[in-house]
T-cell receptor, first 109, second 115 residues
Framework: KQEVTQIPAALSVPEGENLVLNCSFT??????LQWFRQDPGKGLTSLLL?????REQTSGRLNASLDKSSGRSTLYIAASQPGDSATYLC????????FGTGTSLTVIP | ETGVTQTPRHLVMGMTNKKSLKCEQH?????MYWYKQSAKKPLELMFV???????ENNSVPSRFSPECPNSSHLFLHLHTLQPEDSALYLC??????????????FGPGTRLTVL
């Protein structure tokens, strides 16, 4: 069974800092990987989708990379802002979607 | 309305009550999902409907009963729940679930508390 791990579980950084969130998965036979943002008590908002044939995707200050062979993905956030504070989840898709437990990010003004 | 909507947003019920959660997607998708999100645990897939047919049932107790009358609507009927069923219930949709690479879109969730 696919297992998805996100480290660290929590991260606190000062405003303006660049940061990297990590996601690893045990089975490299995936169709795609998706990064989400979740605000407290709310649903998930899709940030970036990387197809299995792609190496990275960018949207604004966000850049996600995928190394399928090593079972790893990173989400890079540039020039962090307090509004980036949220939990970030990654999910991989094969027969179904498998989610990590997320990284809770706090950006301190 | 746009995207994926869920009602109610909050629900408190006793163990003997019967209630239903509703999800509607306005994205023209063909697959809909129910997930359970509990504290400190990964999202747990409960049910998948693809073109109105149930394709996944991840050993969910029978006190949870899904219904998918068409590709735009999904219900989760609840009866005789337990306190450990308290969680955030999330609905999602996507294109054909059996396609390879697809993107999921989520609703805001229903916060369920079972007393």
């Amino acid at each position: 069974k696919q297992e998805v791990t996100q480290i660290p579980a929590a991260l606190s950084v000062p405003e303006g800092e660049n940061l990297v969130l990590n996601c690893s998965f045990t089975d490299s036979a995936i169709y795609n990987l998706q990064w989400f943002r979740q605000d407290p008590g709310k649903g998930l908002t899709s940030l970036l989708l990387i197809q299995s044939s792609q190496r990275e995707q960018t949207s604004g200050r966000l850049n996600a990379s995928l190394d399928k062979s090593s079972g790893r993905s990173t989400l890079y956030i540039a020039a962090s802002q307090p509004g980036d504070s949220a939990t970030y989840l990654c999910a991989v898709k094969r027969s179904q979607f498998y989610f990590g437990t997320g990284t809770s990010l706090t950006v301190i003004p | 309305e746009t995207g994926v909507t869920q009602t109610p947003r909050h629900l408190v019920m006793g163990m003997t009550n019967k209630k239903s959660l509703k999800c509607e997607q306005h994205l023209g998708h063909n697959a809909m999902y129910w997930y359970k999100q509990s504290a400190k645990k990964p999202l747990e897939l409960m049910f998948v409907y693809n073109f109105k047919e149930q394709t996944e049932n991840n050993s969910v107790p029978s006190r949870f009963s899904p219904e998918c009358p068409n590709s735009s609507h999904l219900f989760l009927h609840l009866h005789t729940l337990q306190p450990e069923d308290s969680a955030l219930y999330l609905c999602a949709s996507s294109q054909d679930h059996t396609s390879g690479a697809i993107e999921q879109f989520f609703g805001p969730g229903t916060r369920l508390t079972v007393l």
